[in-house]
C-alpha cells in the first residue's frame, strides 16, 4: 500500500498533468512545516518549473492578513471594533456607499456590514479582470469604491452575511488612516518581518521578488466571457485556461492582493493558530461564529465542515491564481494550497484549489502525514518536488 506522502505526490502530479499548471502544497502541525511540495510549471510557455520559491496570488486569504493588522490596532486600543468608521475616514471617500456613515469595523470583518462589493459590478469586473482591462492601468486602492457608490445595501448592517471586496479595501483604508503608514508598511512591520516571511508581499510592493511570480492562468468558459469578456491582452493555454499575465492583483490590494509562497502561508497560519500574532482575547473574538453562506465566520475566518472534520481557514481566487488554507483542529494540522489557476468569473463549478481540498483526498492525506509526526525533535522528511513531471 503507497505511502501517505506517495498517494498526496501522486495527486499533485495527476493535477498538474491535466488540471492545473502548477500546484504548491505545504503541511504543518504544532509550530512546524513538516511536508511541502512544488509541482507542475510555474510558466508553461516558457518551461519554468514551480519550485519551493515561486509566488502565487493567495486572493482572498489577504484578509486573514488584515484581519491580524485590525485586531492587534484593537488590543492596542487604537481601533475599537465597535465605533463607526466614519469616526475616522473622511466623508468624501465613504460618499454615497451604502451604511458607510454605521458600519463598524466588526461588521466589516465578519461580512456582515452588508455594503455591496465591487468585485460584482460588471463594470469593474470588465475593467479589471475582463474586456476593458488595461495593463499599464495603475490602480489606487480608492478607485474600486467608486463602481459601488449609489448602490443599495444588500440588508441592514449585522443582519446577514454577505462576503463583499469592500469591507476589505475599507479595511485597509482605515488601518492606513489609523497609522498614518502605508498598509504595506504595516504589513511587513507587524507580520512578515517577525515571522521573516520573505517571499510574502503586497503585489506591486516589492519589484524584486516578480521575477518569481508565476505565470497566471485562468479558466475560460461560457461563463467567463459572458461576465468578463476576452481582453486583447489573454491568449489562450492548454486544458481550457487562457493567459493571464499581462494583468496586475495590485487592484485587489487589501481584499486580495498579497502574493507567497505555500511554505510563507504556512508559516503564518500557524503563527495564528497557535497565538502568536494575537492575544487569546482576539484569538476568541476571531472565533466567535456566525451563519455564512457555506459553513461558519468569524472575523475573516470560516469554519467549514470537510469529508475529514471540520477545518478553520480562507480561501482565495482571482485572476490567475487561486489558494486555500485550512488548519483541522482535533488533528492539529494544516494545509495550504497554492495553484496559479483561477476561476474567478467562470463557472462555478470550474476547478480552483478551493474545490481541489473539497474534492480530492488531499486534507486526508495531510492529516495521515501529519499524524506520523512526532514532535519538534521528530520531524517528517520534508519532501521537495519541484523535480516532477510538468505540464503539458
Not at 44 to 60: A, D, H, K
Not at 234 to 257: M, Q, R
Not at 260 to 267: G, R
Request: glycine content about 8%.
Amino acid at each position: 500500500m503507497a505511502s501517505p506522502e506517495s498517494a498526496l505526490q501522486d495527486l499533485l502530479l495527476q493535477k498538474t498533468r491535466t488540471r492545473f499548471p502548477a500546484v504548491s502544497l505545504a503541511i504543518g502541525k504544532g509550530s512546524q512545516i513538516i511536508w511541502h511540495e512544488a509541482a507542475g510549471y510555474a510558466d508553461v510557455e516558457n518551461g519554468t518549473r514551480n519550485t519551493p520559491e515561486t509566488l502565487f496570488g493567495i486572493g482572498s486569504i489577504t484578509k486573514v492578513f488584515i484581519a491580524v493588522l485590525a485586531l492587534q490596532l484593537n488590543e492596542e486600543g487604537l481601533l475599537p471594533l465597535d465605533t463607526p468608521v466614519s469616526r475616522w475616514l473622511d466623508e468624501k471617500l465613504l460618499s454615497r456607499i451604502a451604511h458607510a456613515d454605521t458600519v463598524t469595523p466588526r461588521q466589516l470583518l465578519s461580512h456582515y456590514a452588508a455594503i455591496p462589493s465591487w468585485e460584482d459590478d460588471p463594470g469593474w469586473i470588465s475593467d479589471a479582470r475582463g474586456k476593458h482591462l488595461n495593463p499599464e492601468r495603475r490602480w489606487m486602492p480608492h478607485e474600486t469604491l467608486d463602481y459601488i457608490r449609489g448602490k443599495k445595501a444588500l440588508s441592514l448592517p449585522a443582519e446577514k452575511f454577505h462576503y463583499s471586496n469592500t469591507h476589505f479595501t475599507l479595511l485597509g483604508l482605515l488601518i492606513e488612516k489609523i497609522t498614518q503608514n502605508s498598509l504595506e508598511a504595516e504589513l511587513s512591520k507587524r507580520i512578515l518581518a517577525p515571522l521573516s516571511l520573505k517571499n510574502t508581499s503586497m503585489a506591486g510592493a516589492s519589484p524584486a521578488k516578480s521575477g518569481n511570480l508565476a505565470g497566471k492562468y485562468h479558466r475560460l468558459d461560457a461563463a467567463f466571457i459572458q461576465n468578463a469578456g476576452f481582453s486583447p491582452h489573454f491568449h489562450p493555454a492548454p486544458y481550457g485556461l487562457i493567459n493571464v499575465s499581462a494583468s496586475s492583483l495590485a487592484v485587489e490590494w487589501a481584499a486580495g492582493g498579497i502574493v507567497s509562497t505555500a511554505q510563507d502561508i504556512m508559516t503564518f497560519i500557524l503563527a495564528l493558530k497557535n497565538a502568536q500574532l494575537l492575544n487569546p482575547q482576539s484569538m476568541k473574538a476571531m472565533q466567535r461564529w456566525l451563519p455564512a453562506e457555506s459553513g461558519e465566520m468569524g472575523l475573516s475566518l470560516f469554519r467549514i465542515e470537510t469529508d475529514y472534520g471540520p477545518a478553520l481557514g480562507h480561501g482565495g481566487n482571482v485572476l490567475g491564481f487561486s489558494a486555500c488554507v485550512w488548519w483541522y483542529q482535533h488533528s492539529d494540522c494544516a494545509v495550504a494550497i497554492l495553484t496559479n489557476a483561477g476561476s474567478m468569473h467562470a463557472d462555478p463549478q470550474a476547478d480552483c484549489a478551493s474545490r481541489f481540498f473539497r474534492e480530492s483526498e488531499a486534507g486526508k492525506l495531510a492529516q495521515e502525514i501529519a499524524s506520523r509526526y512526532a514532535g519538534d525533535s521528530d520531524p517528517v522528511s520534508i519532501h521537495r518536488g519541484e523535480n516532477h513531471e510538468p505540464y503539458s
